[in-house]
């Protein structure tokens, strides 16, 4: 059953009901300024950093689910409605929500009077607009009052949940000229506050939740609404909230605007915080609404978003003839890689905003698919990651953005963080032709005076990978490798101990990671090719002569027969062997190992692909390993902490299906990988969104499994890179248009129903009209008319306008 649908000429997912499965959200903001809004206007609002400086709070786990966030509230008479539906729940007459890039558009229409609600962080701005549009479309005049209410957080997000001893003495507001301003802090350490306006005059505020709700109400009965009147309170530690009253009349067909903002400003340095005992410093705040507090300024500055969100989806365009295709590789895929890279795995409806920081693999992957939209950002955000790279190769797992030092809580040892460095360099370097990347004065473990180019930063990852072998040759596997929950030296019996972090025990030479190997055999091939393009030929050939002595060692110890051998535990028993009752074969090194082509002319590749779909394969995808583990397994750590078919133990991890993807075009399976493809894509199971979940528009990290009691059902939407390498899947290999070093390749792999392809891809400042006759048998490619062999279109400077045509 399916909950709305695609507006692709609006690039926009319109949800027909507020009842979705789950809050089903979208992001505002790409810059610093971020919110997350759910269908129901549920979500929260942060600068920079979701745990430092959360402004508005958000409790999860809350029952009734997704209550936190913008609380609107129309009384006509006795009659009180949201028109996102949430928090007072009263049936609207009609609504829609129409999630868009970067901004969320939610309508709600009760007893003739209509509430368009419009919501985006302006591109580059510290503040939240939301514009309301109230038009009465019944044929009398209306008289009623609009309520809008925040609820601050105390800014640290932990603190705020967990500190009351001291929290509920903090808050402190100001309530002046009709603006509620949250300064809670601003007397002490913090140079910054935030602000709630309304471009209107208002009747009343409040600023102290517990008057305005009442005692033993919730958001969606406040005293204060029922009654029709706030009470102009001042709020004095406890939980500081802003809510304006605007008392309105509508004559019958009249419309108005309503323009909120919800801002947050910093006081520079050397200029006064005070400009008088206990008045803060109003200039930044004043600014700020000075730019929006008209309905023409914020219909201008979204159109200046729009615009600016488009232009990333230039980049890349596809006309396939299939509109689901088209629609992921043209719209929703891109854009959630956007949000991916912004937010990397901080602040989402799974993940909380104060666990985790930026992850170290995590943004490296993620960078693959932003880089052609992005590429100025991509370059920061390599040497920011590079930063927490140790001198001895290792790396943090880790770190946070507001202060980008390595996670000292999380610490390292993750044996795969390394190679992925090199993975987002080459992406990189293979996108823009920019090989300065590779003499940026670098640190490690961000220590002033530590800096070296950031080559040899890669070096020490390849070095890493090579210095740290175990005693079948095979790269260590350290605490984890991608698979997080495959703890092999941590034999964790302490309940609650976080398998990740533990002290591992013994030495750690033993166990060994065949996806590690995979890894290295792809990436060392891409570093020596990086080698030999800046001159150090001797290092790229001693480089490929270690790439084969691990290639040669997957062959030998890492084969199992059939597929890849997934791993060698502590005392050096197989993982993923057909010899194992349970967990007899994992998906990462099917992927893995075929994509960097290992024991391709043994034909090792099918042999595994064939394996992987006969024994992982399931409606939605593959699953991650089978059989699922039953029992713990001391040995094997969080893998079999999970309940069968649920996360690493046995789901569709949508983040790992388009290696395999990847791997099918490799190999030249372009049915087998189309079909896989379309098994987990967002667009071509929305159908199912009843059984799914989680939003119907972007990747989740996991679809439960078939041994799962849930099976089918989704978990962990938006952040994960599951967004990045279906792209990769889907616009370099499936279409195949995929940067190189020097040049673009046009290598399609889709299955003959495709008939003909269209793509224009901008590259390095050309821009490549590309058409595709996929009926062709042994096609041949011409650039601008002109035959060339292979299927690479070489770099030339300052082309402008191509035209390329494989047929
Ligand atoms: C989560 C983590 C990622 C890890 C994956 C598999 O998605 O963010 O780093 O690779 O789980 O465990
Ligand atoms: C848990 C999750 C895994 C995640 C890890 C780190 O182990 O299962 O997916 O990567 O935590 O947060």
Known sequence: MKFGHFDDKNKEYVIETPCTPSPWINYLGQDHFFSLISNTAGGYSFDTDAKMRRLTRYRYNEVPADMDGRHFYVKEGSLIWSPS??????????????????????????????????????????????????????KAKKAFSFFAMEEWCLWNASDDGENFQRNLSTGEVECYNGIIYHKTEFRERRN?????????????????????????????????????????????????????QIDLELEAGESKDLIFILGYCEIAKGEAKFVAPSVINKRPAEELIEKFNTTEKVDAALAALKKKMYAFLDVYKAETGNEKLDRMAN??????????????????????????????RDSCQDLLGFVHMIPEKARQRIIDIASIQKEDGSTYHQYQPLTKKGNADIGGGFNDDPLWLIGATAAYIKETGDYT????????????????????????????????????????IGRADWNDCLNLNCFSETPGESFQTTENKGDGKVAESVFIAGMFVKYSQEYAEICTHIGLNDEAKAI???????EEATIKYGWDGEYFLR?????????????????????????????AGIGHELGYGKKALKSAEEKLGCKYGLEILAPCYHEYHVELGEISSYPPGYKENGAVFNHNNPWVVIAHCVEGESKEAFDLYTRNAPAFIEDESEIHYTEPYVYSQMIAGH??????????????????????????????????????????????????????????GNTYDINIDNTAKNPSLYIDGKKVDGRRIPYVKGMGKVSVELK
Not at 94 to 121: D, P, Q, W
Not at 127 to 132: A, D, N, T, V
Not at 544 to 550: A, H, S, T, V
């Open 544 to 550: 490929l002569k270690e790439k084969k002595k691990i």
């Open 85 to 138: 539906y949430l928090p007072v729940k009263t049936p609207l007459d009609s609504y829609f929500c129409r999630h868009g890039l970067g901004y969320t558009i939610i309508s709600g229409e009760k007893n003739g009077l209509a509430a368009e609600m419009t919501f985006f962080v302006p591109h580059g701005e510290s503040c939240e607009i939301q514009k309301i549009h109230l038009t009465n479309k019944s």
């Open 331 to 360: 719209i929703w895929n891109p854009y959630q890689s956007i949000i991916t890279y912004c937010m990397s795995r901080s602040a989402s409806y799974y993940e909380s905003g104060i666990g985790r920081g930026m992850g170290f």
């Open 707 to 764: 041994e799962a009691k849930n099976y089918g059902q989704a978990k962990n939407s938006w952040l994960s890179g599951s967004a990045t390498w279906s792209l990769v899947a889907l616009q370099e290999y499936l279409l195949g248009i995929r940067p190189d070093f020097d040049g673009l390749l046009v290598d399609p792999h889709l299955p003959e129903e495709f008939k003909h392809l269209h793509i224009t891809r901008v590259y390095r």
């Open 567 to 595: 791993a060698y535990d502590a005392r050096g028993n197989k993982v993923g062997s057909h010899e194992n009752k349970e967990g007899q074969i994992y998906i990462e090194p099917q992927g893995f190992c075929v994509m």
């Open 192 to 244: 910054h506050y935030a602000f709630y306006y309304v471009n209107h005059k208002t009747s009343h505020f409040e600023s102290d939740r517990d008057a305005f709700l009442g005692m033993h109400n919730g958001f969606d009965h406040p005293a204060q609404v029922i009654e029709g009147n706030l009470k102009d309170g001042v709020a004095s530690g406890w939980h500081p909230i802003a809510a304006h």
């Open 437 to 476: 990347i590779l003499d940026h004065p670098t640190p490690f473990d961000n220590k002033l005076g530590s800096e070296k180019p950031l080559m040899e930063h890669l070096r020490r990852s390849v070095n890493f990978t090579i210095n740290h072998k175990g005693p079948h040759g095979l790269p260590l």
